[in-house]
């Protein structure tokens, strides 16, 4: 028995009017943050310009993709980084934090339970702590040494409960840090190469001719008397397609 595809509940034409709310309601909320944007901001990509260590994002849930996504961002363009699982961390996982870290946890309601369990061995260590939540008043916010906020009027969603316009906001700050710590940093195209060398614009910058080339008993070789045979033999033994005749 086959499923047949649910019909629409709607005509087609809300559903494109639902979607352009969406994307107005979230670039309206990116908006507002960006004017927001002040000392803290500037704290924060001092704390992260001054690392001697690597940038310990973390997050749970939604938030935690997007941790993991600046985190990404970060070490693709200057700067160590790596995700690390605030319910991992209380077992055994917070032993890759060191005292040269930061960190940078994303909590909307700054209560997870997750990160705020963490958070006193965090102090202990001395890691600096940059959280960025959506109030301002919460736990992990008290707990930071700079908070960045992210608070939206509401999320996208009709019921006001999944996580969008929280999370976008969220990941257009961790751009936001990422870039005005590569522009403080002078990171150039070579630099980004270098972490990219699969892609395009590493293959067009780092990529040599001794990167591709073959050498010495690579190379097939034959003699300049030896027949026609046996060069073919030694072309198909070298898979080039080609033999060198010296």
Do not use: W
């Amino acid at each position: 028995m086959s499923a047949q595809p649910a019909s629409p509940a709607r005509p087609l034409p809300e559903f494109a009017r639902t979607g352009q709310r969406v994307i107005r309601e979230e670039a309206e909320a990116l908006a507002a943050i960006a004017k927001r944007l002040d000392g803290a901001f500037s704290d924060a990509c001092r704390l992260v310009l001054a690392c001697r260590g690597r940038i310990v994002c973390t997050g749970m849930g939604k938030s935690g993709h997007i941790a993991r996504k600046i985190a990404a961002t970060l070490a693709s363009t200057g700067t160590p980084a790596f995700f690390m699982h605030p319910g991992e961390a209380s077992h055994g996982d917070l032993g890759m934090v060191t005292e040269r870290d930061v960190v940078l946890a994303l909590s909307y309601s700054g209560e997870s339970d997750e990160i705020l369990t963490i958070a006193p061995a965090l102090k202990r260590l001395g890691v600096p702590l940059i959280a960025a939540t959506g109030r301002p008043g919460s736990s992990l916010a008290g707990l930071a040494d700079v908070h960045l906020d992210v608070a939206v009027p509401s999320e996208a969603c009709p019921l006001n409960l999944a996580p969008t316009t929280s999370t976008t906001a969220s990941l257009a700050l961790g751009d936001a840090l990422a870039v005005a710590v590569l522009e403080a940093r002078g990171f150039t195209p070579e630099d980004f190469a270098r972490s990219h060398p699969a892609g395009a614009l590493g293959r067009r910058l780092l990529l040599t001719i001794r990167d591709v080339m073959h050498a010495g008993d690579d190379v097939p070789c034959v003699g300049t008397g030896a027949a026609i045979a046996a060069a073919l033999v030694v072309m198909s033994r070298g898979k080039l397609g080609m033999t060198a005749v010296v």
